[in-house]
Structure formats: structure tokens, C-alpha cells
């Protein structure tokens, strides 16, 4: 309820509804590219959700038993799931058009888009069990069945993640507590160190930024708590047109860009040669290491309204 209220905490926030509804109408746009973008969303969610159902059970990955494990768990699930589906039962039916929602949805899945059904997807072959075989035997065995796997594959994580908590203790102590590490240590340690430079780094920004501004950016939210500013999404995935539109009829004044990326706008850092044409001023931002972390662009309205002007249809679908 709070991202369907827009999070008015949050300045400038948009739900994940506001964020779906231009890119499922544009889908069904004779003219439109979407029906490729959606195909590749579709192949992107299905190889994502065996690596988010793994890290949900166990809270790592990258570790071929736990992963084996839960991968057949999850063919398991699935299956008894579509098996109970073809009988009409509502909780299975439930489970699977959730799922076909995450398939289609334009962010990658992860293991929190799974909490609403986890439970009931986790228990299909129980009560598939309890059908078949009737609700005492079928209960017995099945429970006996689903617990002692997912027993094994607990304590597998747990030995996992104790062993990866104590050698960030001992070599890298800023790290222990953060989840990033524990999802996926090799790139988990990189992106905690980016993180923690961009927090400095936006805050420091900010200060460009006057109080009525309006910042876009590839995470907006992230951006707004730590700079106490106006932020919305900035899409840049669709191209230059829709992208310039976009922010023309969001009011931003500001554009920032960093190593922070999303599915909508996944070139990070190597956008800004495509749009600095657009701004009037640009202000670079270093790291610890003296590398470059983020740039803040200072829009220029007119040159946006000229590209406005330009890519007329692409302006439409940005507005519809």
C-alpha cells in the first residue's frame, strides 16, 4: 500500500505499478519494439528465479550443492504446482499467475519479489502428496520428504554463511554486515564498497541541488534518502528520444549518473557521452580511490524541449 500511495515519504518516488503501466500499453503499440524488450524480460525472469528461489532458501549463492538442491526443489515445487493447477485448486492457481507476473515484470526477479508465495510454492508437493495418497500416509511422507531437504540445505548455509562471516571479520570487517557479501562475495565486496562511496557522493551532490529541484536518476529512492531531494526514475534503455521526453515531462532540472544501474537504465556511467549535449554544466565526483564515481548534470530545458520537438512519437508514448 505504501508504493501504491507513491510513497510520499520518499520525494519523487513512483510504484512499481506507475512504472509497469507505460511499458505493458507501449507492448501493444503496432509501432512499438516492446513485444522484443518483453520476450527478452520473459528469458531473463526465468533464469533469474532458480538463482532467487536458491538464495531465499539459503542466503548465498555461487555454492553448487545448495544450488543443485534447491534447483530440484524448485523443478519439484513447480511441478506439483501445474499438477494441482490442471485440478483447479486456488491456492495453486494463485502461485502460478503470481509467477506469470514476475515473468513478464520489467525487473529482474529477486528473492523478495517472492515472499508473497514462497510458502505456499514451497509446500505444493505436500499437499499435492496429501491428494494422492491420502491425508495420513500422504502427509507423513511427504513432510518427512520436503523437511529433511530443506534441513540439509539449511545447515549447508548456515556451516556457508558462518564460514564467510568469519573471514570478513578477520579481513574485511566493513563488510560482515552487509548483504551484498553474502549474496555473492566476489562482486558482493565491490558493489558495498561502490555503495558506501556513493552514499558520500550523493550527499555530497546535493548540495547542486536546490530544494525544488528535481533529480533523474537511475534509483530514484536511493537517491532521495540520502540527498533529501526530489528524485524520479530516469529511463534510458529506450532510447535517446524517449529518454530526453521523459525527463522534459518530468520537470528534471538535474541528471545524475554513477556506476548504479538498473534494467531501465543500465549504462551507468557510460550514458554521459550520449547525453551531455543536454545540460549546461556538468560536476565530476571521485572516489576514495581517485576513480570516477558519479556525475551530476545540470539539464538544460531548452535543448530538452528542441528534442522533444524532435522525437515527437517517442514523446507521445513517454506521456501515454
Not at 50 to 73: E, K, Q
Not at 239 to 255: E, I, P, S, V
Request: glycine share 4%; charged share 20%.
Amino acid at each position: 500500500m505504501v508504493w501504491l500511495e507513491k510513497i510520499h515519504f520518499i520525494p519523487g518516488a513512483e510504484s512499481y505499478i506507475q512504472l509497469l503501466i507505460p511499458i505493458i500499453k507501449n507492448t501493444f503499440d503496432s509501432n512499438s519494439s516492446n513485444w522484443v524488450t518483453l520476450w527478452e524480460v520473459l528469458k531473463l525472469n526465468m533464469t533469474a528465479l532458480p538463482m532467487a528461489w536458491n538464495h531465499y532458501l539459503t542466503l548465498s549463492s555461487g555454492n553448487f550443492l545448495t544450488g543443485a538442491v534447491s534447483f530440484i526443489y524448485l523443478v519439484l515445487c513447480l511441478s506439483a504446482m501445474l499438477v494441482r493447477c490442471l485440478s483447479k485448486r486456488l491456492d495453486a492457481l494463485y502461485v502460478l499467475f503470481y509467477l506469470l507476473i514476475l515473468f513478464i515484470w520489467p525487473f529482474t526477479i529477486n528473492d523478495r519479489f517472492l515472499h508473497p508465495v514462497a510458502f505456499l510454492l514451497m509446500v505444493q508437493p505436500i499437499l499435492y502428496v496429501i491428494t494422492q495418497f491420502g491425508e495420513s500416509n500422504g502427509q507423513r511422507y511427504g513432510i518427512f520428504a520436503i523437511l529433511t531437504m530443506l534441513t540439509a540445505t539449511a545447515i549447508w548455509a548456515d556451516i556457508d554463511i558462518w564460514r564467510k562471516r568469519e573471514a570478513a571479520v578477520r579481513d574485511m570487517p566493513q563488510i560482515a554486515n552487509a548483504y551484498h557479501y553474502y549474496h555473492q562475495p566476489g562482486k558482493g565486496v565491490t558493489q558495498v564498497k561502490g555503495y558506501s562511496s556513493q552514499q558520500v557522493i550523493i550527499r555530497e551532490s546535493a548540495k547542486l541541488v536546490g530544494k525544488e529541484e528535481i533529480v533523474a536518476t537511475a534509483k530514484a529512492p536511493f537517491f532521495a534518502l540520502l540527498s533529501d531531494r526530489h528524485a524520479v526514475n530516469a529511463y534510458s534503455r529506450r532510447g535517446l528520444g524517449y529518454f530526453a521526453c521523459d525527463l522534459y515531462q518530468k520537470n528534471a532540472t538535474w541528471l545524475y549518473l554513477s556506476g548504479v544501474t538498473t534494467y531501465s537504465s543500465p549504462e551507468g556511467l557510460a550514458l554521459f557521452d550520449k547525453v551531455k549535449f543536454l545540460s549546461e554544466q556538468q560536476f565530476f565526483f571521485r572516489d576514495d580511490d581517485k576513480q570516477l564515481a558519479g556525475i551530476m548534470l545540470k539539464l538544460d530545458r531548452t535543448k530538452l524541449a528542441n528534442e522533444t520537438r524532435r522525437f515527437k512519437q517517442e514523446c507521445r508514448k513517454a506521456s501515454s
